[in-house]
């Protein structure tokens, strides 16, 4: 068996950029597993402002009308 490796040097701010994206990707993807198997976890009083919010948002995504930030938008990135 014969393998070979080639190894890269990267600097922090580099491999922050590699691992950001998969990260967050990761997070969510566990966070909508686990609210889906419990769905008692997670609850908003309809009288919130978060859950007002959030239902404006469904409602403009439903429209078509939503525009979400990216990241470097949001943190001057």
Do not use: C, K
Request: proline fraction near 5%; hydrophobic fraction near 35%.
């Amino acid at each position: 068996m014969n393998q070979t490796y080639q190894l890269q040097t990267l600097d922090l701010h580099t491999l922050s950029e590699l691992l950001e994206p998969l990260i967050r990707r990761v997070v969510r993807e566990e966070l909508q597993h686990f609210a889906e198997e419990h769905p008692d976890t997670f609850y908003l009083a309809p009288d919130s402002p978060l859950y007002t919010d959030l239902l404006d948002i469904a409602s403009r995504r439903e429209q078509g009308s939503l525009r979400l930030h990216d990241h470097a938008e949001v943190w001057g990135e």
